[in-house]
């Protein structure tokens, strides 16, 4: 990592909260943290709802955190948005209001909110950049989600201009990694088609379903390097604004299924199924904001989805689902 940009948050000898520390970005952020000289507060989901805002408080006021990465949220694939598009609204909104809102009373110094690449409009120019927020009609497929991710941005940017607090914004592209979501229904696509791929490799089928039709492209992110982006940016940037974090390349399904089926050691025929959507077609984020304060991603597509498979395979039996 490039430490080119000037020092504007100091993590050292801060307690820092990762909320939602067991999801994929919450321990990529643990794993990370680990490396920095601060201590790491963390509660369990058993142990506070943050949906609740009366446990919320009081968990600000008992533990009085320096600085929050806000990792928490109800996340899914293409489908898990679609079926429960009530629970991506709801959840998100009271999780981000609570704890920001909590933040800004407890006196937080630094808070990171983590949104998500759907937030920008559907049919824009790629890659898209941090400016064309609420330029235009957003894809349906995973709109309750996007709405909540875009007023968590909002209530950053209002507390940043009301209260000048130092609340920033993160849009992580499409990511995958260690703990993700293997549902077979409502992951995400990486996660998918590597378990699916993987299936169809151990009872020797001849073919693989891939939903849609292969022509979206999708930008992917290894979590490490989400991780490490973050704490770059808790250090380095302040401005009101999101700022993106990706790869700035982009491949389309039908070729990351190539990629994946190289990975998994597993080359059968692909049969696209058309009644499932396709979402968005292309959303590669503009990364050049990041990459002039001197952050880039370091871990290249083949060697991450490599490293995806080892952990698959060490943590099939007891995989998130
Ligand atoms: P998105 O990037 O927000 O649309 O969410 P996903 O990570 O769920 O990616 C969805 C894209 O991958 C769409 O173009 C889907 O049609 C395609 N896709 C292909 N097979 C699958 C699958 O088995 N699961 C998921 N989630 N998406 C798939």
């Not at 490396?35 to 008992?62: A, H, P, S, Y």
């Not at 991506?88 to 110094?109: C, H, K, P, S």
């Not at 941005?153 to 995958?176: D, G, H, R, W």
Request: hydrophobic fraction near 40%; include cysteine; charged fraction near 25%.
């Amino acid at each position: 990592m490039t430490d080119a940009a000037s020092l504007l948050y100091d993590l050292k000898g801060k307690r820092v909260w990762v909320a939602g520390h067991k999801g994929m970005v919450g321990s990529a952020l643990m794993r990370r943290l680990a490396e920095e000289d601060c201590t790491i507060l963390t509660v369990d989901r058993g142990k506070l709802d943050l949906r609740r805002q009366d446990l919320v408080e009081c968990w600000f006021n008992e533990h009085k955190p320096d600085a929050v990465i806000l990792a928490a949220a109800k996340v899914g694939g293409i489908q898990a948005n679609r079926s429960l598009p009530a629970e991506f609204l709801y959840d998100n909104l009271m999780i981000e209001a609570n704890i920001i809102n909590g933040a800004y009373q407890a006196g937080v110094g630094k808070l990171l909110f983590l949104g998500s690449s759907c937030i920008y409009p559907r049919d824009i120019l790629v890659p898209i950049s941090e400016e064309h927020l609420l330029t235009g009609p957003l894809e349906t497929t995973n709109q309750c989600y996007a709405i909540a991710k875009i007023a968590g941005i909002k209530l950053c940017q209002a507390y940043q201009e009301q209260y000048q607090k130092n609340f920033i914004s993160v849009m992580p592209t499409n990511l995958y990694g260690p703990g993700d979501n293997f549902h077979p229904e409502y992951s995400h696509v990486p996660a998918a088609l590597l378990r699916r791929i993987h299936e169809a490799k151990m009872a020797k089928n001849k073919s693989v379903i891939v939903w849609g039709t292969g022509t979206p492209r999708r930008e992917f992110l290894h979590v490490d390097d989400m991780a490490d982006a973050c704490v770059f940016l808790m250090k380095h940037y302040s401005e009101k604004g999101p700022i993106n974090v990706g790869t700035g390349s982009d491949l389309a399904i039908a070729d990351f299924v190539s990629v994946l089926q190289d990975v998994v050691g597993y080359h059968c025929a692909v049969e696209f199924n058309h009644e499932m959507p396709d979402g968005s077609p292309r959303k590669i984020l503009d990364v050049s904001k990041i990459n002039n304060l001197g952050w880039t991603a370091k871990i290249p597509i083949k060697d991450g989805l490599r490293k995806y498979y080892q952990w698959f395979l060490e943590n099939i039996d007891h995989l998130r689902k």
